[in-house]
């Protein structure tokens, strides 16, 4: 089984991809979980964040990349908001096994059946109701901000290997097979956290603008509620990551702009020196889920959002990460991505709501942020 990355995410080299083949593989649970190896498997009964730590330790000593798609409701394990036994998260130790050229060595696959795919598309009086709850909750005072999102589906017979060559790419591009019948497509451009030199670094994206406005550089730019919110979320960052760095460290770079192909961002980068010993699971207790798909506080926010979302997020605001052989980790936050399941596209969209929201734009940039989905999928 083999796993296709991004070039950016390796050394910024957007015209290439890089092909790893898995040595063993992971499914993290609950209450249990499995290691995959040459056709066999072994099942441990122990707590997820030591089994993350020892598969961790394994690939550094067998200098191996070890890939990481942690699950959202691995947030809620984290949390205590879900006793359920859902799968939480799979590793995979691999080797580095070749570069591809993207326009020379790698081969598309064609649409075998051009009929119209089936859409299953979020009903917006169903959306413009959970607004209302959560801006009742706002007025409350139970959040400040929350993440309200929705999903998409759609059924397409184009492969995920082809999905994942049509895609973007532009920041944090991954393929990533689950099983031979379901992968995740990352075409993320948001960093949960980077770890290079001992420094770990978050950069929440919040605040979002259609590239269609006139002047929507000035427009996101200008924008209270966008400012506010990623103020709101900035604050949050550097609470989170406050126990992972040493005294005096903490650098805020506020805001910064991204453009994108359809939309543009505001985000900010957030920093500091980590303690001795931090590990995956420390550092992923602390930072995860991202709190610009959640909200703040973002214990009781996860709380109303698995109270006003009518699907289990899955992978979808979760992460997709790669721990280097010299110890550098990177993981993505998994929005503008995909997961596949035969034949079935499940994509979700959304956006942070506060006091300074309106329902009718709310909407419209969920609809924004799924303009991709035409593009990769007709």
């Not at 990355?5 to 290439?16: A, P, T, V």
């Not at 056709?39 to 122990?46: I, P, S, Y």
């Not at 973007?168 to 992968?183: C, M, Q, T």
């Not at 991202?290 to 703040?296: D, K, L, P, V």
Request: glycine fraction near 6%.
């Amino acid at each position: 089984m083999k796993i296709l990355i991004n070039g950016k995410w390796i050394d910024k080299l957007d015209q290439f991809f890089f092909e790893f083949v898995v040595q063993e593989k992971y499914y993290i649970f609950r209450n249990n979980s499995f290691l995959f190896k040459n056709g066999g498997f072994q099942r441990f009964k122990e707590d997820p964040e030591l089994i993350i730590d020892r598969i961790r330790e394994k690939a550094q000593r067998e200098d191996s990349y070890l890939f990481s798609l942690v699950f959202y409701e691995y947030g809620e394990y984290l949390f205590d908001i879900n006793s359920d036994n859902h799968l939480l998260a799979v590793f995979a130790i691999a080797r580095f096994s070749k570069k591809l050229k993207k326009d020379k060595d790698i081969k598309k696959n064609s649409i075998q059946n051009k009929k119209y795919p089936k859409y299953e598309f979020p009903e917006k009086d169903d959306y413009l109701k959970s607004y209302e709850r959560v801006r009742e909750n706002i007025i409350s005072g139970n959040t400040y901000q929350l993440n309200l999102t929705r999903r998409i589906n759609i059924r397409r017979d184009r492969s995920p290997e082809d999905v994942f060559y049509r895609a973007d790419n532009e920041v944090y591009g991954a393929l990533f097979p689950i099983s031979s019948k379901r992968y995740v497509i990352s075409d993320s451009p948001e960093l949960l956290f980077e770890v290079v030199d001992e420094k770990i670094t978050v950069k929440p994206i919040k605040g979002t603008v259609s590239k269609k406005l006139k002047d929507y550089k000035r427009r996101l730019l200008d924008s209270e509620k966008d400012n506010r919110e990623l103020m709101m979320i900035t604050d949050l960052l550097r609470n989170d990551i406050a126990s992972l760095i040493q005294k005096k460290t903490l650098d805020v770079i506020f805001p910064e702009y991204m453009e994108l192909k359809d939309v543009a961002h505001l985000y900010s980068v957030v920093s500091g020196k980590l303690k001795k010993n931090i590990t995956l699971s420390n550092i992923l207790r602390k930072v995860f889920p991202g709190g610009s798909i959640t909200g703040i506080p973002k214990k009781r926010t996860m709380e109303l959002i698995k109270e006003n979302e009518p699907d289990k997020r899955g992978f979808y605001t979760g992460s997709f990460g790669i721990t280097f052989p010299d110890g550098r980790m990177s993981f993505n936050i998994l929005i503008r991505s995909l997961f596949y399941d035969r034949g079935l596209y499940k994509y979700g969209s959304g956006g942070g709501i506060t006091w300074w929201s309106k329902p009718d734009q709310e909407y419209d940039e969920l609809l924004d942020k799924a303009k991709k989905l035409e593009r990769l999928l007709g």
